[in-house]
């Protein structure tokens, strides 16, 4: 089966400007996760989706952050105005359900670095 | 608060020798635990996972952990460690939300080099 597919895999932007990242998950999978990892740190959940509606968005900051997932199946992820902390790796993820028993499948992610 | 610490930042190992990363975590029930690892440029790729019963798991590549209530660790270990082992390695607890599903948090992670 096809994985977790990012884009783009690298992106480089100056503070204050805009970005948004694309994921699609597995096929049939209805959990979407987006991570946000920084350099020397383990991934920090975002934002998770259930079909198209969220879950737990409680580390998201929604001053700058924003994401969708309109149809239950792909997902943005935005950062409007970008802030030098945003540089890191931004891991989407995805499982069949919610529950701890079904293992995340994550791709490669996109790295973001802030000028 | 739950929480997943991981006291080695970064192990250097000689291949064909045994391998032990330590992972202690902080939940108020019986968590649920896995093992990630985490090649460079990649996203990160399960290797076991604990929920209940036999507290020694076995995983994919050879890796077995072990889970131990008294101590709130899950170490994950390796007899002999090829130079492929050589990766980011993440401890990670499952944290409850609401509606029954669940949440994964990581500790930092421990990075393998591996000496040929």
């Known amino acids: 089966e096809a994985g977790v597919a990012q884009s783009p895999r690298y992106k480089i932007i100056e503070k204050r400007q805009s970005v948004a990242f694309w994921c699609n998950p597995i096929s049939g999978h209805a959990t979407l996760y987006w991570y946000q990892q920084i350099l020397g740190q383990g991934p920090k959940l975002l934002i998770q989706?259930?079909?198209?509606?969220?879950?737990?968005d409680s580390q998201l900051p929604k001053d700058r952050f924003s994401a969708e997932r309109l149809k239950g199946v792909d997902s943005t992820l935005k950062i409007q105005p970008a802030k030098l902390e945003d540089s890191a790796v931004y891991l989407c993820a995805s499982s069949a359900t919610g529950n701890s028993n079904q293992p995340q499948h994550f791709g490669d992610g996109t790295r973001l670095s802030i000028l | 608060a739950q929480s997943v610490t991981q006291p080695d930042i970064h192990i250097t190992v000689s291949e064909g020798a045994s391998l032990e990363l330590r992972c202690n975590y902080s939940y108020g029930a019986t968590p649920y635990l896995f093992w990630y690892v985490q090649s460079p440029g990649q996203g990160l790729q399960l290797l076991l996972k604990?929920?209940?019963?036999?507290?020694l798991v076995q995983g994919i590549k050879g890796f077995e952990a072990e889970f131990k209530r008294s101590q709130s660790s899950f170490n994950l270990r390796k007899p002999s460690v090829h130079w492929s082992d050589a990766a980011e390695y993440f401890c990670?607890?499952?944290?409850?939300?609401?509606?029954?599903?669940?949440?994964?948090?990581f500790g930092a992670g421990t990075r393998l080099a591996v000496h040929p």
């Open positions: 990670a607890v499952g944290a409850g939300l609401s509606g029954g599903y669940n949440k994964l948090i």
């Open positions: 604990y929920f209940s019963g036999d507290t």
């Open positions: 989706f259930q079909n198209n509606g969220v879950v737990d």
